[in-house]
């Protein structure tokens, strides 16, 4: 196992990319732009952001499983109803779309860099541990389960 893997918190790592978003803004101002109504926008898009992360925490609670994802050897149940229908990881698409709003709130095209950032990191580090280890506790289940949801969306 790498060092980096499931050991930043992803609401640490959340925190992380926003606020290198926001030093990129106030960095590279040539890269600023607004549009109408791109606060309410990025409140938006933020607020469904929250939403879907939140679907998937209640998803976990009511099945009665761990949400720290850096302990994946507490997974009690997989977790495939609700907004895991749609999708493997709900709490980090969420994550991913605050981050987009917040872009859109910090007004400045290269803020969004930080978005692949986000998503590799969150691939290699968290994801592909977590998925190791639900493959190996849940088997023929979770093999199926991942050949009718994608990972992100």
Do not use: C, H
């Amino acid at each position: 196992m790498n060092q980096l893997e499931l050991k930043i918190p992803p609401v640490a790592l959340l925190l992380i990319i926003a606020l290198m978003m926001w030093g990129i803004a106030d960095l590279v101002i040539s890269f600023s732009f607004s549009f109408f109504a791109s606060s309410f926008v990025a409140l938006l898009i933020a607020f469904l952001g929250v939403v879907f992360a939140l679907l998937g925490v209640y998803q976990f609670r009511m099945q009665g499983t761990t949400v720290d994802p850096r302990i994946p050897e507490q997974s009690a149940s997989l977790v495939t109803s609700g907004v895991y229908q749609f999708s493997r990881n709900p709490m980090y698409v969420g994550m991913l779309l605050m981050l987009v709003g917040w872009g859109i709130y910090l007004g400045n095209i290269a803020s969004f860099l930080m978005l692949p950032v986000f998503i590799l990191y969150m691939n290699r580090f968290q994801i592909m541990p977590e998925e190791t280890f639900m493959a190996e506790k849940f088997g023929l289940a979770y093999q199926q389960y991942i050949k009718s949801v994608r990972r992100w969306l």
